[in-house]
């Protein structure tokens, strides 16, 4: 299976809005709405953002939001703060009971 | 609270087999419906999930495997019920197994969430 693509880097200016896309295949992001996103502090366990595509964990900012449209997963953060400088990932459920990764995204708030 | 930790050597000689132990506290491994998985990150690169072992609520003999097929060949991840834990082995260890390994729990309604993670444990594969 081939990790799903996502933008190495994207960057905003505090307070704007940035989207990171994810891209797969009709066998895992097309296929199911079983897309979660996470966010990757160095040295800290990463931390479950969306889930089911545009779903929001209990405690999660609602600066978060999530997305899909065929075979391509979405996150938006809008708002942008400090803190939101991380990597994030997206991951899907597959057609064969696994899961996959995408490829990271690296936030920088200017 | 559910805890994970995860647990084993530091470091491993290249061709031997990489050993990981995740002890789950705060809740049962035994518990119906929820996935039990591994996933890794080398330094410098992203996430990469290894396996799962499914508990479906019948008796653990029938506990459902999954791998990366990537990994398939060299990965096994068990259970051990009396002391709550779950294991990871990955054999013919290479440098390109160094990574930051984490043990997560995934809950049977939603498929595609890790929502619980341990902290991770580095494992760096060298001479």
């Known amino acids: 299976q081939s990790a799903l693509t996502q933008p190495a880097s994207v960057s905003g200016s505090p307070g704007q809005s940035i989207t990171i896309s994810c891209t797969g295949t009709?066998?895992?992001?097309?296929?199911?709405?079983?897309v979660s996103w996470y966010q990757h502090h160095p040295d800290k366990a990463p931390k479950l953002m969306i889930y089911?595509?545009?779903h929001r964990p209990s405690g999660v900012s609602n600066r978060f939001s999530g997305s899909k449209s065929g075979n391509t997963a979405s996150l938006t953060i809008s708002g942008l703060q400090a803190e939101d400088e991380a990597d994030y990932y997206c991951?899907?459920?597959?057609?064969?009971?696994?899961?996959?990764f995408g490829t990271g995204t690296k936030v920088t708030v200017l | 609270q559910l805890q994970l930790q995860e647990s084993g050597p530091g470091l491993v000689k290249p061709s031997e087999t990489l050993s990981l132990t995740c002890t789950v506290s705060g809740g049962s491994i035994s518990s119906s419906n929820y996935f039990w998985d591994w996933i890794r990150q080398p330094p410098g690169k992203g996430l990469e999930w290894i396996g799962t072992?499914?508990?479906?609520?019948?008796?653990?003999?029938?506990?459902?495997?999954y791998y990366n097929p990537s990994l398939k060949s060299r990965v096994t991840i068990s259970v051990d019920t009396s002391n709550n834990q779950v294991s990871l082995k990955v054999s013919s260890g290479t440098a390109a197994d160094t990574a930051v390994y984490y043990c997560?729990?995934?809950?049977?309604?939603?498929?595609?969430?890790?929502?619980?993670w341990g902290q991770g444990t580095l494992v760096t594969v060298s001479p």
């Open positions: 089911d595509v545009s």
């Open positions: 072992l499914f508990n479906s609520g019948s008796t653990y003999n029938s506990g459902r495997l």
């Open positions: 009709s066998s895992d992001v097309g296929g199911y709405n079983y």
């Open positions: 997560a729990r995934r809950s049977g309604y939603y498929y595609g969430s890790v929502a619980d």
């Open positions: 991951c899907s459920f597959t057609y064969s009971s696994t899961l996959v």
